[in-house]
């Protein structure tokens, strides 16, 4: 079976760093991208950026660029989303998803849920 | 404010026709595929249409999508009550550098 497993809930205080995690499981990372997207509580998903674990070519939202950095490691199938400083406002629900084209996102993982408090 | 626009709700009743609508510009939708997300409550995203029309497998025929110019349409025939959940459209836009953007989303519910 086909899964991308996400790491644990985070709590974190605002000006920490932080990195998550999203592993392929039934499969090798090359040829597909994988892509971060954010849900706030009640709100709709946004796409943070994309990155393709070949050759680690990456995209990122205006949005999100200069906010957070994504990251893959092809040798353990896993893709990384990280913040160097945290805020309030991080505070969401985070997937992400596998694509071949950059832009049908077929496999999601579970989601990670970022907690950003003082 | 997302790129592309939907209506915040749509409602059915059992059996009856339920069409949501996404709107776009040429750079999004007026130029690319269209995609279509269904998220039930508590769960991640499953992609439900692909390139504008096509079901992944597994996906009811009773779903459907279609797209003229800038704006998308997804189509549920027949509606259930499992179908209660958030639906999302999205498509790539080749404005700024070349992202994703998804529509502000539509809730659907049973009457």
């Known amino acids: 079976e086909v899964l991308l497993v996400q790491s644990g809930p985070e709590m974190k205080k605002p000006g ?14 090359p040829p597909y991208w994988i892509g971060w997207m954010r849900q706030k509580p009640g709100k709709g998903l946004e796409w943070m950026g994309i990155v393709y674990p070949a050759d680690s070519d990456t995209r990122y939202s205006p949005s999100f660029q200069g906010q957070v950095t994504i990251s893959a490691d092809k040798s353990i ?16 629900m985070y997937f992400c998803a596998r694509s071949l084209t950059r832009d049908d996102f077929e496999i999601w993982g579970q989601g990670t849920l970022v907690t950003v408090s003082s | 404010q997302s790129a592309l626009t939907q209506p915040p709700s749509a409602s059915g009743t059992s059996g009856q026709t339920v069409t ?52 998308a349409s997804l189509v549920i025939s027949g509606f259930r009550s499992e179908d209660e959940a958030d639906y999302y459209c999205a498509a790539w836009d080749t404005s700024v550098g070349g992202h994703y953007v998804f529509g502000s989303g539509t809730t659907v519910t049973v009457l």
């Open chain 2, 20 to 71: 949501v609508s996404c709107s776009g510009t040429s750079s999004n939708v007026g130029s690319n595929y269209v995609y279509w997300y269904q998220q039930l409550p508590g769960t991640a995203p499953k992609l439900l249409i692909y390139r504008n029309n096509r079901r992944p497998s597994g996906v009811p025929d009773r779903f459907s999508g279609s797209k003229s110019g800038t704006s």
């Open chain 1, 16 to 29: 920490e760093s932080l990195r998550i995690s999203c592993k392929g499981v039934g499969y090798n990372f």
């Open chain 1, 77 to 92: 199938n896993t893709a990384y989303l990280q913040w160097n400083s945290l805020k309030a406002s991080d505070s969401a």
